[in-house]
């Protein structure tokens, strides 16, 4: 075997020879600051992001030529087979559906139904027993697979999607849980409660219609720190404008998230080793307990599966591994109605795991989730291919310094999907460009999305000597941007249907709705004025939008054919011109 790109950091700095060519083309490499983070990816990223050669092609190629020629030592496929049910898990002597079952008789319209049974716990219940539920009422059928939540308690979660009388049977490899019974009544949705979120066309609407704007936010490991913490960032959540919220399953290792966790997703410690045989219920229950403080705020959960930044060696649990734990997590959280999966924070960064592994283990999620929440995978480097079947919607990290949100229009037309930025640079500033853009230019970017059929991410990264920085941690905000994304959630909520589609454009990206609605967005450009041409045969209302100032000052008059908007040559203008429900009559305003 040789070194080659996807090879890891770590085991090039274990072999001399192949930590002195990396050390020729990024000189001081053991002590630079971002080694620790970065100990486990694929070298490319060492080289692409941090080495002398990544603009120069020719050096490059002689630095992949030399690792290639390096030997390295074969090591011996021990990857772990995957633990099949035991079919003899219970004797004979179990009498079938004897294990006591608990569940509500009635229930609303998509809230969690959840059934307990008090059932056996000898062995390792997370991988001897397979058990699943036929939900069925009129004919319409649904299954769902439990799971093991310790101390000998076993769960079924379904989320109900049509009213009526239900009924449920369930088929377990125990003699105990197999063939245990019940019903219950499904009545009308509660206030508030609208179901899942879906693709809906280049936008997002909820199960029962409801218009869903995703203006998410990133707090990545929020879950894995202190109460106090946690409260925080619940508080600071009921007065943001966010719908959507990007975090973690596994705590991560990386830039200012330094801290251990209580609370891990396995058995075990990290001083200790972990059983990934065996998961950690308390964890579950505190990440199922997490997530459902969001839905009270209205926030749905973007719950990310992997992420490349670890040092507990989560991002590399092997195949078998890899899909138990993906089929629990599923199984878990697949009832509550706020959860989308993004299969991973930077796929491409994860050496451990090729397209193949993706593949499958979004073939777990799928399999594993009735519901079918809405799915992604979120880009290092390399986009993955937006084009397959399961994935719901682009999830897309920024593509360059400074342009990210101005590809969102050419995005749509390429994929056919939603669009999401869930990272195009954070409000902050910290030593990477990533995290050091101002409050202003975050505002912008937002915009520049909005108005080309997308939605923008948030997130704030201001050095903190705490290391409690709110796209790491959560806690408090204060940044400039989250007032304004505000202002923009009430825009796009204002504008017909709640959604913004581009519209072929000129000097400056529009969006809208031919003759009906028009949003110009004049971006960092500062016109002094916009000579606008109206459709025929209405009249028209001109409003002039501060997008930084959040301020709306309307033209005192309609207008038809023509309209000239005197703007005062300032950034981050708009216009947005509305038909009055009249035709125009003679006294009207036209150019």
């Not at 975090?247 to 075990?268: I, Q, W």
């Not at 949100?405 to 669009?419: F, S």
């Not at 990272?423 to 909005?450: D, H, K, M, P, V």
């Not at 703007?567 to 003679?586: G, I, M, N, Q, T």
Request: one cysteine or more; charged letters at 25%.
């Amino acid at each position: 075997m040789t070194f080659g790109r996807t090879s890891r950091v770590q085991e090039a700095l274990d072999h001399p020879e192949a930590r002195a060519v990396l050390e020729r083309a990024l000189p001081g490499l053991a002590d630079h600051p971002s080694l620790d983070m970065i100990r486990g990816l694929p070298i490319r990223v060492l080289i692409d992001r941090l080495a002398a050669t990544a603009d120069d092609e020719a050096k490059a190629a002689r630095l992949w030529e030399e690792l290639a020629a390096i030997e390295t030592p074969a090591t011996p496929d021990v990857e772990a087979p995957a633990i099949l049910p035991r079919s003899d898990y219970e004797s004979d002597l179990v009498v079938e559906g004897s294990a006591a079952t608990t569940f509500p008789r009635s229930a609303s319209k998509w809230s969690t139904f959840e059934i307990r049974i008090a059932g056996p716990s000898h062995g390792n219940p997370f991988t001897d027993v397979e058990l699943t539920a036929l939900f069925d009422t009129d004919g319409h059928t649904t299954e769902v697979d439990g799971f093991y939540d310790g101390d000998g308690q076993w769960v079924l979660r379904f989320l109900p999607e049509a009213t009526g009388r239900w009924s449920f049977r369930t088929t377990s490899t125990a003699r105990s849980l197999h063939a245990l019974t019940g019903e219950f009544e499904v009545s009308e949705a509660l206030a508030g409660d609208h179901g899942p979120v879906r693709a809906d066309g280049f936008h997002f609407a909820h199960a029962d219609g409801t218009r869903h704007t995703p203006l998410g936010t990133t707090a990545y490991a929020w879950i894995h720190q202190p109460a106090d913490v946690r409260a925080a960032t619940l508080r600071t959540l009921a007065s943001a404008p966010f719908t959507k919220l990007r975090m973690t399953v596994f705590p991560k290792g990386y830039l200012y998230n330094s801290n251990e966790p209580e609370l891990f997703p396995f058995a075990g410690d990290s001083t200790g080793g972990f059983d990934h045989t065996r998961f950690n219920p308390a964890f579950f229950r505190h990440l199922e307990a997490t997530i459902v403080e969001l839905g009270q705020l209205g926030i749905e959960a973007d719950v990310i599966l992997f992420h490349p930044y670890d040092r507990w060696g989560f991002a590399d649990l092997g195949r078998a591994a890899d899909d138990r734990y993906v089929q629990y997590v599923v199984r878990r959280l697949s009832a509550i109605p706020n959860v989308w999966w993004s299969m991973a924070n930077e796929y491409d960064l994860i050496a451990a795991k090729t397209e193949s592994d993706w593949e499958r283990l979004a073939a777990v999620v799928r399999a594993n989730d009735p519901v079918r929440h809405l799915q992604s995978i979120h880009n290092g480097l390399t986009f993955y291919d937006q084009s397959r079947e399961w994935i719901t919607h682009a999830s897309v990290q920024r593509t360059d310094t400074y342009r990210t949100a101005e590809n969102v229009d050419e995005w749509r037309r390429t994929w056919g999907k939603p669009v999401v930025v869930d990272e195009c640079g954070y409000e902050g500033n910290l030593e990477y460009s990533w995290g050091n853009i101002s409050g202003q230019e975050l505002t912008r970017r937002f915009w520049e999305g909005a108005v080309r059929g997308g939605y923008v991410g948030h997130g704030e990264t201001y050095y903190r000597d705490d290391e409690q920085i709110w796209w790491a941690k959560g806690g408090l905000l204060t940044g400039e941007s989250p007032a304004r994304i505000q202002f923009l959630r009430r825009i796009i909520e204002e504008a017909p249907g709640g959604v913004l589609e581009p519209l072929a454009r000129g000097d400056a990206p529009q969006a809208g709705i031919a003759g009906e609605f028009y949003l110009t967005y004049f971006g960092f450009n500062r016109p002094y004025f916009y000579d606008a041409t109206l459709p025929a045969g209405k009249e028209y209302r001109v409003d002039v939008i501060d997008t930084w100032n959040m301020t709306i000052d309307p033209l005192p008059a309609t207008y038809r054919d023509r309209v000239r908007v005197d703007l005062p040559s300032r950034e981050y203008l708009a216009v947005r011109v509305v038909a009055v429900d009249r035709p125009a009559e003679p006294g009207t305003h036209a150019a």
